[in-house]
């Protein structure tokens, strides 16, 4: 196999031409390998804040989100409803530790020292927090508030700091629709996807308080409300007790078609896996078109060398070559022009994703692009098989030209 | 280099031509670039191919050096039927006994002088170092040894041909054949590759020389002219 070291030889004195139709294998690398490792990345991230969100936790929201994810559905969000009297329906199904609900208090008026800003405070229950139903929900500064308690506020710790132009300290008075209220506890910073998590924004207040005001204002229906979380008992599959809660809210509402949705963490992983299918698949097929278009380019540079050298071809020919030796000439001649767009694509890749988590580190993105070490590899040999098959024309004809004609050729 | 003793037997038959005919297609007429050839070459001869241009003996080079195989007629090489032989087979003969050297030298031109002089082995595994060794010596004895790492570009005519003349005798084959080998040289030069050559036949190789220079036949080192005219053998002249 001594002949191949002719390879690298011929591969350096090849014209800008072959050269410029790398481009598209370096392209379609770059594309392919940036592509799954930002899929990985947030793939990686979601998991991990599914696996803070729990395993063992399971959220019921009022309305069916199922027609609205998935490939080729139409944006249709099932209309539906919650009610107080579904907790209690799901409250007596064994496994169950305990369940919390929520009522978003829709555009209220919150002021601060003469500002003034509308957002939705959560009427929420002390158990969520308590529990360690969610441990990154704890207060940074004072407590949780009570179930019973009038007029405290809970609050996020951007709404501390960032909402107003004077931070809001613990016992700070603030005015939700003109009433006081006392801020008892500021929540730890949560981070997350886009650097601030909504919930550092929270405005939470007792859930009875949030009742009060929704029913009041005639907001929402009777004993309407938003959420609710439920807390599944270890040793029993929150799959089974999701599927339990969905068998009677359907049976409670009578409906045909699910108005509600229960989320397991199974679940959202699922509907995150379906998106990043769909955007796998397209974006896979945009790199595919790509590699396809530049094997053909590689294809035809490969047949021009091989016109090229027609005359090298019958010398060797001559002093002894054979035609499979000829044939694995310019097919691994091929493999490495390939190879080495593949390289040059996964450092290219490289630098890009280095870039991206750079900038996501920056500015707290929360998503950090990954490259696995087998995806550098399969992209390299993706490539290498790319330029045998781009190859393998051109090198079969090479092998196959008459020695004599091949020596007259000028 | 000193000539050896080669002791050689006058019937040491290299290769020979039985009734070879070469007919090439073209449209509706056929061609016939050779017709009824008959002759041999034996061991240690100095054969001159005289004819003038057309005449076909730049396929007769063809099939006497196993590239091209004759429309009719057997071709011997050391009295084996060459049509026998699978393509593989005739390419490790061409490897191993033919030497070639060709009027336009037939350099690669991205290699310098000392690959192209390995060029051969590298397909036949030879290690590298006896690579290295074989072409260096040869290089250096036709008086390249400042050569070796330029490129054909980078030579001239008549270093050229003393890279292709090494090639061709890098794998000590008993046959050369030469295909005009001055006629691209100035006559310097072009004396300087029958020095060369001759050199090659006191060695005891066999030199076969295809030129339509009548000269060339004059030399007296040469044994037998064959003159080739229209596709067929005129006479054969034999020297000495």
Redesign the interface.
Known sequence: MDYLMLIPINIKHRSLRSWLTLLGIIVGVIAIVVMISLGDGLKHTVTKQLEEFGPQNIIILPGSLKSMIGMGAQYRPQQGKLYESDVDRIQRIPGIVFTSRMLIVPKCKIRYKGEEIYMAPAGMESNLFTSGIMPQYSPAKGRIFKDNEKNVVLIGHDFAYNVFDKPINVNSYIYINDKKYRVVGIMKKIGGMSGSSGDDQMIAIPYSTARDIVDDLGLMGKNEISAVYVRVADGFDPEDVADRIEFELRSAHKVKEDDFTVMTSEYIMEQINTILGVITIFLGTIAGISLLVSAVGVSNTMFTAVLERTKEIGIMKALGAKNHQILMLFLTESAMLCGLGGLIGLVLSFLLIYGFNYVSVMFNLGVEAIMTPWLAVGAFIFSLLIGVVAGISPAWKASKFNPVDALRYE | MKPKKTGRTKTEEIIRLENVYKKYVMGEIDFYALKKINFSINKNDFVVILGPSGSGKSTLL?IL?L??TPTEGKVYFRGKNTSLYT??QL??I???DIG?V?QSF??????NAL?NVM????????P?DVRLRKARQLLNRLGLSDKLYNLPSELSGGQQQRVSVA?ALVNDPNLILADEPTGNLDSKSGEEVYDILKEIHDNGKTVVIITHDVNVSKRKYVNKVIHIRDGMIEKIEMKK
Request: hydrophobic residues 45%; aromatic residues 24%; proline residues 3%.
């Open positions: 063809h050096g590239l091209d393509y593989d390419a490790n061409r490897f191993k070639f060709f037939n350099l690669v031109q991205s290699l690959q060029l051969p082995m590298m397909f036949y595994d030879v590298y090639r």
